[in-house]
Nanobody, 116 residues
Framework: VQLVESGGGLVQPGGSLRLSCAAS????????MGWYRRVPGKERELVAS???????NYADSVKGRFTISRDNAKNTVFLQMSSLKPDDTAVYYC???????????WGQGTQVTVSS
């Protein structure tokens, strides 16, 4: 299983970024996909998730600003981030879990920095 994130970078407050996570080695359409973020010294936070059926869930801190989506034909999950704030600065990780074995897989992470 491989999860490869891309799309991070430096953006000014109020700006937007779109993260992508390309998955391989899994039956992508059957898996719930998620995005977490980690700030040094803080607990890892679930940002958003999307089920195989397309149901979504968001952390309160990002509701109305972030949108998670998936393209099953491309085995890719996206995180569209808008109205970014300095508090959104973190390493963002793509993750999924095998629905049968509960084995959890993580990408390598992509840095998002929101700063003027």
């Amino acid at each position: 299983v491989q999860l490869v994130e891309s799309g991070g970078g430096l953006v000014q407050p109020g700006g937007s970024l779109r993260l992508s996570c390309a998955a391989s080695g899994i039956s992508f359409s059957l898996y719930t996909m998620g995005w977490y973020r980690r700030v040094p010294g803080k607990e890892r936070e679930l940002v958003a998730s999307i089920t195989s059926g397309g149901s979504t869930n968001y952390a309160d801190s990002v509701k109305g600003r972030f949108t998670i989506s998936r393209d099953n034909a491309k085995n890719t999950v996206f995180l569209q981030m808008s109205s970014l704030k300095p508090d959104d600065t973190a390493v963002y990780y793509c993750t999924t879990q095998n629905p049968k074995t509960r084995a959890t897989y993580w990408g390598q992470g992509t840095q998002v920095t929101v700063s003027s």
